[in-house]
Nanobody, 113 residues
Framework: QVQLVESGGRLVQPGGSLRLSCAAS????????MGWYRQAPGNEREWVAG?????IPHSADSARFTISMDDAKNTMFLQMNDLRPEDTAVYYC?????????WGQGTQVTVSS
């Protein structure tokens, strides 16, 4: 059974940094497209960053957000720097293998002074 478990979300001040983690289990994630999404209250869920099976990263805001994957530990990370109040959202981990989608339960990130 595939499980994705996010962690690392918390309250942080504007300009601060956070590193989110997504621990994956139950499958061989070498063949997955992995990604981070976020959803703020009243908004659609939006893509934040993704990483291909051969570890090529993409980010909606590459100046501030960096996605990475520790293949040995089946753990994906999202390093977020220079956080802004508009980054406040629940952040979700997503795995995609040939169109079969898995989501984590989400972790809350709140950026506020």
């Amino acid at each position: 059974q595939v499980q994705l478990v996010e962690s690392g979300g918390r309250l942080v001040q504007p300009g601060g940094s956070l590193r989110l983690s997504c621990a994956a289990s139950g499958s061989d994630f070498d063949y997955y497209i992995m990604g981070w999404y976020r959803q703020a209250p009243g908004n659609e869920r939006e893509w934040v960053a993704g990483i291909s099976p051969d570890d090529i990263p993409h980010s909606a805001d590459s100046a501030r957000f960096t996605i990475s994957m520790d293949d040995a530990k089946n753990t994906m990370f999202l390093q977020m720097n220079d956080l802004r109040p508009e980054d406040t959202a629940v952040y979700y981990c997503k795995g995609n293998r040939r169109g079969i989608i898995f989501w984590g339960q989400g972790t809350q990130v709140t950026v506020s002074s």
